[in-house]
């Protein structure tokens, strides 16, 4: 991720990019709210949709949340290559995140991923339901700028879909998998893309 600022034409360029550190405090700080918070109403972690639930076996839970992520992935380069919104979006992110390595993107995805995940699906979804915790993802993901709005569309369908998998499978792995692989994917792709335009 990079702080923006802006070049004499008034355009936004890439800027510093964000410290590996403030990103892990970030998720660290929300992580520990969700557990904080499913100890306190629940008395577990938030890692079980219910106490006392069996989740289903792990190598299913480990190949829905890869094909899931994998289908997401595949579906957000299709919406770039197919739709004006969807071409913004990328340009818009891929210039935000600038030069970003392998090691970064995937540090970012897992820590991101994991730490949305247990907030929005494990603390959220249990207290308010699927519905209202998906929407709260998807506002969580909206920034107010011509080229990001689109950004919070996706976050909806793809909060859904988590969502879904943490109900379905009884805990955490599945969706926490496929955000991780989403970002992961997507944040290399994306800072792949601003080096060839560059």
Excluded at 143 to 166: D, E, I, N, T
């Amino acid at each position: 991720m990079e702080a923006g600022k802006s070049d004499s034409r008034g355009a936004e360029t890439p800027g510093r990019p964000i410290p590996l550190r403030w990103v892990l405090i970030f998720y660290g700080v929300l992580g520990a709210a969700a557990i904080a918070w499913r100890l306190w109403v629940d008395g577990v972690l938030p890692w079980r949709i219910s106490p006392g639930t069996e989740p289903a076996p792990l190598w299913l839970r480990l190949g829905l949340g890869l094909g899931a992520g994998l289908a997401l992935v595949a579906a957000s380069r299709e919406a770039t290559a197919r739709t004006r919104a969807g071409q913004a979006l990328a340009e818009e992110l891929a210039r935000l995140l600038g030069p970003l390595s392998t090691g970064r993107a995937f540090a970012f995805a897992l820590v991101s991923g994991l730490a949305e995940e247990a907030f929005f699906r494990g603390a959220l979804q249990p207290r308010v339901g699927l519905v209202l915790a998906t929407l709260l993802f998807a506002a969580a993901h909206y920034v107010p700028r011509p080229g990001l709005r689109a950004w919070s569309l996706f976050a909806l369908g793809a909060g859904l879909l988590f969502g879904a998998l943490f109900a379905w499978t009884g805990d955490l792995l599945a969706p926490a998998v496929a955000h991780a692989v989403v970002n992961a994917l997507n944040l290399r792709w994306l800072a792949r893309r601003e080096s060839a335009s560059g």
